[in-house]
Antibody, heavy 117, light 110 residues
Framework: EEQLVESGGGLVQPGGSLKLSCAAS????????MNWVRQAPGKGLEWVSYIVGGGSATNYVDSVKGRFTISRDSAKNLLYLQMDSLRAEDTAVYHC??????????WGQGTLVTVSS | QSALTQPRSVSGSPGQSVTISCTGT?????????VSWYQQHPGEAPKLMIY???KRPSGVPDRFSGSKSGNTASLTISGLQAEDEGDYYCCSYAGSNTWVFGGGTKLTVL
């Protein structure tokens, strides 16, 4: 059974860094595109980042370009999101989501990132 | 990368039908046949309900259906049931490996 479990969230000061992880089970991360989608408290979903399956092509929502980096460790079946220069508006639950075609077919429960002094 | 527009809330009684609209632009909803819909219950991960405008993943009841006309996509839920209550989000592919979501609609089953 396919499963995604995020970790690494927490409280960080503005300007700080945090690295999120997403552990996949039941499938190989390398065979699928993967995404990060966030949800600010009481708000809707926002797509954040994409990495192609089996390759290194990536993309980001404009608001995080130059600050966030998505990557994958195929041997460990882990997806990452390195978040630098964090801002208060980055506060959200971050979900990893598997891409299938141009949809997101499996999601993790998410990990909460709070940016505050 | 502006969010798609959804009504903040809709409601219906058990057995009735409701439709949730999702309005975008000719750079996302209007340009691609890749609209998907997600159901989210409080504290849970989103669940894929409709993809490619009108396709249902296995296990999703056929009470859920999707359509699109121009820049507006719609999700219709017929024969409402109590467990359908929750938040619903539309999402459209926007080209160049980017996606845009709607602001979400809270469905209340009266």
């Amino acid at each position: 059974e396919e499963q995604l479990v995020e970790s690494g969230g927490g409280l960080v000061q503005p300007g700080g860094s945090l690295k999120l992880s997403c552990a996949a089970s039941g499938f190989s991360l390398n065979s699928y595109s993967m995404n990060w989608v966030r949800q600010a408290p009481g708000k809707g979903l926002e797509w954040v980042s994409y990495i192609v399956g089996g390759g290194s092509a990536t993309n980001y929502v404009d608001s995080v370009k130059g600050r966030f980096t998505i990557s994958r460790d195929s041997a460990k079946n882990l997806l990452y999101l390195q978040m630098d220069s964090l801002r208060a508006e980055d506060t959200a639950v971050y979900h990893c989501a598997r891409g299938a075609g141009l949809r997101f077919d499996y999601w993790g429960q998410g990990t909460l990132v709070t940016v505050s002094s | 990368q502006s969010a798609l527009t959804q009504p903040r809330s809709v409601s219906g009684s058990p057995g009735q039908s409701v439709t949730i609209s999702c309005t975008g632009t000719n750079t996302n909803v209007g340009d691609y046949k890749y609209v998907s819909w997600y159901q989210q219950h409080p504290g849970e991960a989103p669940k894929l309900m409709i993809y490619d405008v009108n396709k249902r993943p296995s296990g999703v009841p056929d009470r859920f259906s999707g359509s699109k006309s121009g820049n507006t996509a719609s999700l219709t839920i017929s024969g409402l049931q109590a467990e359908d209550e929750g938040d619903y989000y539309c999402c459209s592919y926007a080209g160049s490996n980017t996606w845009v979501f709607g602001g979400g609609t809270k469905l209340t089953v009266l």
